[in-house]
Antibody
C-alpha cells in the first residue's frame, strides 16, 4: 500500500534552516508528483508547492518562493523540502502528499524558537 | 489567488443524518475540486477528487457534486467516525488553495 513517512519533529532557532524528508513506498515515485503543505494547528492548510520526480521540475506558491526548496532523490524514493531563514511564522505542521494530495505523510511539527 | 469559501463553518448533526457541506470558488475551477476529512492531530484524508470521484477505500455514503464555482459534499447517513473537519481544495490554478473548513460536530 502507499506510504509516506516523514522525518521527526524539529526545534530550530530563528534564522536557521531545516530539511524535511518524506520517504515513500508502494507506488512508482520516479514518475510521480509530490506536493507539500503547511498547516498551523487549528487553522486551514496552505499549498507550498509541488515537484515532479521524473525531472525535478517544480512549481511554487509565490508566498513560499525563497522560503521553501523542493528536491527529490529517486534512488531512495524520497522527497525533501528545505525551509530557510526560519522565523516564528514558520512554526507549523508540514505535510507531504503524493500527487495533488492523494496520500499524505503523517506530518512533521517544526517549531522555531530561540 | 482563488478564494475558497466553505459553509457552514460549523455544522451540528446527529448520527444517521444526511448532511451537505458547501464550497464556493471565487472563479471557475472546472472540476478540479477535492474534499478532505481531517481529525485532530492527523493528516487530511482524501475523500473525493475532481468533484465527484470517490477515493479508494472511502465509504459510499460520501459523495460530491458541482461544477465551475459551486460544489457540495454530501454524507448520506452520518456515522460516529464522521465527526471531523472537512476541507475543500482547488487544484485548477496556481496557487492551489483550501477553504477554511467545516467542523462537523455532534448535536
Amino acid at each position: 500500500q502507499v506510504k509516506l513517512q516523514q522525518s521527526g519533529a524539529e526545534l530550530v532557532k530563528p534564522g536557521a534552516s531545516v530539511k524535511l524528508s518524506c520517504k515513500t513506498s508502494g507506488y512508482t515515485f520516479s514518475t510521480s508528483y509530490m506536493s507539500w503543505f503547511k498547516q498551523i494547528p487549528g487553522q486551514s492548510i496552505e499549498w507550498i508547492g509541488m515537484i515532479y520526480a521524473g525531472d525535478g521540475g517544480t512549481g511554487y506558491n509565490q508566498k513560499f518562493k525563497g522560503k521553501a526548496t523542493l528536491t527529490v532523490d529517486t534512488s531512495s524514493s524520497t522527497a525533501y523540502m528545505d525551509l530557510s531563514s526560519l522565523t516564528t511564522e514558520d512554526s507549523a505542521v508540514y505535510f507531504c502528499a503524493s500527487g495533488w494530495g492523494d496520500y499524505w505523510g503523517q506530518g512533521v511539527m517544526v517549531t522555531v524558537s530561540s | 489567488d482563488i478564494q475558497m469559501t466553505q459553509s457552514p463553518s460549523v455544522l451540528s448533526a446527529s448520527v444517521g443524518d444526511r448532511v451537505t457541506l458547501n464550497c464556493k470558488a471565487s472563479q471557475n475551477i472546472n472540476k478540479y475540486l477535492n474534499w478532505y476529512q481531517q481529525k485532530l492531530g492527523e493528516a487530511p484524508k482524501l475523500l473525493i477528487y475532481n468533484t465527484n470521484n470517490l477515493q479508494t477505500g472511502i465509504p459510499s455514503r460520501f459523495s460530491g457534486s458541482g461544477s465551475g464555482t459551486d460544489f457540495t459534499l454530501t454524507i448520506s447517513s452520518l456515522q460516529p467516525e464522521d465527526f471531523a473537519t472537512y476541507f475543500c481544495f482547488q487544484h485548477n490554478s496556481w496557487p492551489y488553495t483550501f477553504g477554511a473548513g467545516t467542523k462537523l460536530e455532534l448535536k
